[in-house]
Nanobody
Framework: QVQLAESGGGLVQAGGSLRLSCAAS????????MGWYRQAPGKQRELVAI???????DYTDSAKGRFTISRDNAKNTVSLEMNALKPEDTAVYYC??????????????WGQGTQVTVSS
């Protein structure tokens, strides 16, 4: 069984920084894309940043220049460094990974979510 475990959320003042981490575990054959999504109250879940296995990255416009996604393929981990945080970044952040589990077809897996709250 594959699981994604997140850590690193919390409360921070505007302008501050947080680092989110996510580790995939279980019977994993290979991991394709890994990313971070967020969902604010009353809004749809949106992609924040994504990193391919080959190292390419992409960000939503509001995250460009402030957030950095990184992954360690050997450790099956992905992190999101968030700087210059704004109140509008407040949301539940979810780790996502597209994983080939042993004996299964490729599927999207999600973490349980971690709350990020930015106070003004």
């Amino acid at each position: 069984q594959v699981q994604l475990a997140e850590s690193g959320g919390g409360l921070v003042q505007a302008g501050g920084s947080l680092r989110l981490s996510c580790a995939a575990s279980g019977n994993i054959y290979s991991i394709d894309d890994m990313g971070w999504y967020r969902q604010a109250p009353g809004k749809q879940r949106e992609l924040v940043a994504i990193a391919t296995r080959g190292g390419s990255t992409d960000y939503t416009d509001s995250a460009k220049g402030r957030f950095t996604i990184s992954r360690d393929n050997a450790k099956n981990t992905v992190s999101l460094e968030m700087n210059a945080l704004k109140p509008e970044d407040t949301a539940v952040y979810y780790c996502q990974a597209r994983i080939w589990a042993v004996g299964r077809s490729i599927s999207d897996y999600w973490g349980q979510g971690t709350q990020v709250t930015v106070s003004s």
